[in-house]
């Protein structure tokens, strides 16, 4: 067997997963437009960004299903689609899209799971009684797939992507429309795997999940715009951030709209959430008092950072 291809210059040898100016166009789009990015072994690695920004593509580049336009793939320092038999050993996908068999039960899906991976019947008996017992599927074993609910659906998934015990995990958007307790099951899970050394890179839109990761990167339009830990980018953000209390809530929102001070506008339950441009506040502060808007600065959190990264103004709801 002959070990990893030499990392290329400037490169670690031993990243989990490697994006090196990876490009990939559909016919006029460009999905995505020179990505890099590294994982390291061990490493959780967050990929954010709204819809269509590029997220599935890159996984499935990294996974081996589409070849890159320009630049390259690497998992532990392998081409995907040249080296695809072994990278398929040391690889764990969890497609966005559904990937079970609705017809086959969850026992029946792990069963063919593990029948492509060729596990000896012993192994696969001893893996199938551990993912059961750690998703707490047990007590469904006979349930047809399609009759799961979204989060056991979205267990089983993660179950049989982990059959074969990979050293890296593809996973997209696996928590999207599951509920908060089998999340909170799913990132238990995975926070044991990565403790074992596994090397995982998940895609999200939350917000709370990107800031459990080790480090996060923010792709937008085909383009990694940040990147670091979730701690170093929040901490390095230079907008204030207010909570606007105002009595006329609709009125203060259309009011701040349409201020050039502002750079990014949600909503706070009752209240408003602003992110002011650097030096700005006061001016703000000022020309809101009239309409009895209160300010109160709060600390970024990481949905700031990426309502300004992305440019996404107000649209309150
Ligand atoms: N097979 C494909 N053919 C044509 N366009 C595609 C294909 N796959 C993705 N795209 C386009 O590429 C862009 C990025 O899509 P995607 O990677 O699915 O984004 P995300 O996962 O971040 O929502 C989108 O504009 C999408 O419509
Ligand atoms: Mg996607």
Not at 165 to 178: A, K, Q, Y
Request: charged letters at 25%.
């Amino acid at each position: 067997m002959s070990g990893p291809a030499p990392a290329p210059p400037g490169q670690a040898p031993d990243a989990s997963l490697e994006a090196l100016s990876a490009g990939m166009r559909f016919g006029a789009l460009t999905a995505l437009d020179g990505v890099s990015l590294r994982v390291a072994p061990g490493e959780l690695y967050g990929l954010v960004g709204p819809d269509g920004a590029g997220k599935t593509t890159l996984i499935r580049l990294l996974a081996g299903l589409l070849v890159p336009t320009s630049g390259a793939l690497r998992v532990t320092g392998r081409d995907p689609v040249r080296d695809s038999r072994r990278v398929r050993e040391l690889l764990g996908y969890m497609p966005q899209a559904y990937s079970l068999y609705g017809d086959l039960s969850v026992g029946e899906n792990l069963r063919f799971f593990g029948s492509l991976f060729a596990l000896p019947r012993d192994v696969f008996h001893e893996r199938r009684a551990r993912l059961l017992g750690i998703t707490r599927l047990e007590r469904f074993a006979d349930r047809r797939a399609d009759a799961l609910s979204g989060g056991m659906y979205k267990k089983l998934a993660l179950a049989c992507a982990l059959l074969h015990r990979p050293r890296v995990l593809l996973l997209d958007e696996p928590t999207n429309g599951v509920d908060p307790v089998s999340r909170r099951d799913l990132w238990d899970l995975l926070r044991e795997f990565v403790l074992e050394g596994m090397s995982v890179l998940i895609s999200t839109p939350y917000m709370d999940e990107a800031a459990r990761c080790h480090r996060v990167g923010l792709l937008s339009e085909g383009r990694l715009l940040l990147e670091g830990s979730p701690e170093r980018l929040v901490a390095d953000f230079p907008h204030p951030v207010f909570r606007v209390d105002a009595a006329d809530r609709a009125a203060a929102e259309r009011l701040l709209q349409g201020r050039a001070e502002v750079v990014a506008l949600s909503p706070a339950g009752r209240a408003l959430r602003v992110v002011v441009a650097q030096g700005q506040a006061e001016g703000l502060a000022a020309a809101l008092a009239p309409a009895g808007c209160r300010l109160e600065r709060v600390r970024p959190d990481f949905e700031d950072l990426f309502l300004e990264r992305t440019r996404v103004h107000g649209e309150a709801r």
